[in-house]
């Protein structure tokens, strides 16, 4: 089982970046998917989780620190989980990973970093 996530660079002030995870070793279809951040110095923080579309409705939640800026979709066929992140700042840059839990729905405790799978990080730095 491995989750490859991709897709971070170096950007500047508003710009936009768009985060890919495919998953291998299993079919991601019934599983929530999900992503967290960490940044130098600071704790792992949640970032937003999406429900399986298969046996779920395939609704998301996000951060505050996030929301109306960021969206996470998927796309069961490619076995993959995407992060659409816009009006990128600085308070974004971190390490972002995705991960996937063998529940359907994300839950209220989504923000717990307790999921089943973890994906290795891909920077994103946001800087003028």
């Known amino acids: 089982v491995q989750l490859q996530a991709s897709g971070g660079g170096v950007v500047q002030p508003g710009d936009s970046l768009r985060l890919s995870c495919t998953a291998s070793g299993f079919t991601l279809g019934y599983y929530s998917m999900g992503w967290f951040r960490q940044a130098p110095g600071k704790e792992r923080e949640p970032v937003s989780c999406i429900n399986s579309m298969a046996i779920s409705d395939g609704s998301a939640v996000y951060a505050d620190s996030v929301k109306g800026r960021f969206t996470i979709s998927r796309d069961d066929d490619e076995n993959a989980v995407y992060l659409k992140s816009n009006s990128l700042n600085p308070e974004d840059t971190a390490a972002y990973f995705c991960?996937?839990?063998?529940?359907?729905?994300?839950?209220?405790?989504?923000?717990?970093?307790?999921?089943?799978?973890w994906g290795q990080g891909t920077q994103v730095t946001v800087s003028s």
């Open positions: 991960v996937a839990d063998r529940r359907p729905q994300c839950g209220g405790d989504w923000t717990n970093p307790l999921y089943d799978f």
